[in-house]
C-alpha cells in the first residue's frame, strides 16, 4: 500500500505522533489479532527504516479491519483548507 512509506518527508515529530495515532487506533480496532502490527508501527515510531516493514504488516490487516483503521485516522486529520 505504502502509506507510510511516504511519511518519511515528514517533519520527525509530526511522523511519530502518527505513527503514535495510527498505533493506538490499531489496538483498539484490530484487538490483540494487531499484536504484530502495533509492535511494527512501535519499531519504526523508533527508527525511520522500519517504515517499510511497519507499511508491510499494516497491508496484513484483514481488510475490514484496515479500512476501519485507515478512515478513523483519515477523520482525525486536519483538514486542507483552500482559499478561493
Known sequence: MSL??????LD??????RLRS????????GGGEAAAVEDAIAAAEADIAL????D???DRL???TLRRVL???A???PKHRHDR
Open 22 to 29: 495510527l498505533r493506538a487506533l490499531v489496538r483498539v480496532i
Open 12 to 17: 520527525e515529530a509530526e511522523r511519530r505522533a
Open 4 to 9: 507510510l512509506t511516504h511519511w518519511q518527508a
Open 75 to 77: 477523520a482525525t486529520l
Open 51 to 54: 517504515l517499510t516493514a511497519a
Open 56 to 58: 508491510r504488516a499494516l
Open 62 to 64: 484483514p481488510s475490514i
Open 71 to 73: 478512515s478513523t485516522f
